[in-house]
Nanobody, 115 residues
């Protein structure tokens, strides 16, 4: 079973930056997509950004130009650099791994943007 361990959440003032990281283990398929989703109170979980093992990326419109997703296939890690954070970015952020057969989630890390 794939295991995902997230780190890097916290409290940051509006306009600030945070970097989230996710380390994966027990990957069985080198062709996969890893990404970050978030869920704010009272809202559905939504895609923030995703990156395939080939390097293709996809971003939510609300974070384009502010967030950057990257991955290290050798270390099996995915990171999310978040700049110019806004109050609306406050949420629990979840790391996700999926391939043709499996879909796994990390435990979530809280990101709180303060005014």
């Amino acid at each position: 079973q794939v295991q995902l361990v997230e780190s890097g959440g916290g409290l940051v003032p509006a306009g600030g930056s945070l970097r989230l990281s996710c380390a994966a283990s027990r990957i069985s398929n080198s062709i996969n997509t890893m990404g970050w989703y978030r869920q704010a109170p009272g809202k559905q979980r939504e895609l923030v950004a995703a990156i395939t093992s080939g390097g293709s990326t996809n971003y939510a419109d609300s974070v384009k130009g502010r967030f950057t997703i990257s991955r290290d296939n050798a270390k099996i890690t995915v990171s999310l650099q978040m700049n110019s954070l806004e109050l609306e970015d406050t949420a629990v952020y979840y790391c996700n791994y999926r391939d043709w057969k499996f879909n796994y989630w990390g435990q979530g890390t809280q990101v709180t943007v303060s005014s």
